[in-house]
């Protein structure tokens, strides 16, 4: 993927982040998600004390695209400034469902990774 795009798309995850709500890790994760049509939809973990109910910031990126009609994905970037975060168990499978054929960008201040989902998730069910 283009690294203008890549590097538009971690400063949209990074901006997402700062409205993280993340009491129990204390990690805030940004994401952000790219359609087909160009829209882009952020997201940011989001944490309750009993975490079970905890959400991913690529899943609410992504349950936000899917919400408005977007189920076209191009890329999905994460950004934590710590460290490079990968996605969750319920990420992957959400990635999985939704952007199988999409560029999955982990990213922090210093290191961007980029993945397919067959390479975060191999041997997976499909439909």
Request: include cysteine; hydrophobic fraction near 40%; glycine fraction near 6%.
């Amino acid at each position: 993927m283009d690294k203008i795009v890549v590097d538009k798309l971690v400063e949209k995850a990074k901006q997402a982040g700062e409205r993280a709500y993340c009491p129990c890790s204390e990690i805030p994760v940004g994401a952000c998600v790219l359609t087909q049509s160009g829209m882009i939809f952020t997201g940011c973990n989001i944490e309750t004390t009993a975490l079970a109910g905890s959400l991913g910031a690529m899943e609410v990126a992504i349950a936000k695209a899917i919400s408005e009609g977007e189920n076209n994905i191009l890329a999905v970037a994460n950004y934590c400034a710590s460290n490079i975060v990968y996605p969750t168990g319920n990420e992957r499978q959400f990635l999985r469902e939704f952007t199988e054929r999409a560029i999955i960008i982990c990213s922090t201040k210093d290191k961007i990774e980029q993945f397919k989902i067959q390479e975060l998730l191999p041997f997976s069910i499909s439909e």
